[in-house]
Nanobody, 122 residues
Framework: QVQLVESGGGLVQAGGSLRLSCAAS????????MGWFRQAPGKEREFVAA????????YYADSVKGRFTISRDNAKNTVYLQMNSLKSEDTAVYYC???????????????WGQGTQVTVSS
């Protein structure tokens, strides 16, 4: 069982950057595909990015492609989400989660963290 804790959220102006971190406990972190998801007020939770066990390949939602970068450090049991050129529509609670299979389907992910709030002011 892996427990996940997200951090790094906050308030940023449009065009700015944030880096989210997701720290995992447990020895099996490197065996999980890790994903970032987000949920905006009044909307369904949606896929943002995912990264395979070794760090390559990576997957992105079209809405963040070219602006966000997912990475992982298996030695530190941590996955990151670098977010650049932020837009007001990126405002959401961001969650990380893991899955043993390569997928962007959130139904296949478990071990959800508590989330971190990202607010982008225009």
């Amino acid at each position: 069982q892996v427990q996940l804790v997200e951090s790094g959220g906050g308030l940023v102006q449009a065009g700015g950057s944030l880096r989210l971190s997701c720290a995992a406990s447990g020895r099996t972190f490197s065996s999980y595909v890790m994903g970032w998801f987000r949920q905006a007020p009044g909307k369904e939770r949606e896929f943002v990015a995912a990264i395979s066990w070794s760090g390559d390949p990576t997957y992105y939602a079209d809405s963040v492609k070219g602006r966000f970068t997912i990475s992982r450090d298996n030695a530190k049991n941590t996955v990151y989400l670098q977010m650049n050129s932020l837009k007001s529509e990126d405002t959401a609670v961001y969650y990380c989660a893991g899955t043993p299979v390569v997928s962007t389907n959130q139904k296949l992910y478990g071990n959800w963290g508590q989330g971190t709030q990202v607010t982008v002011s225009s």
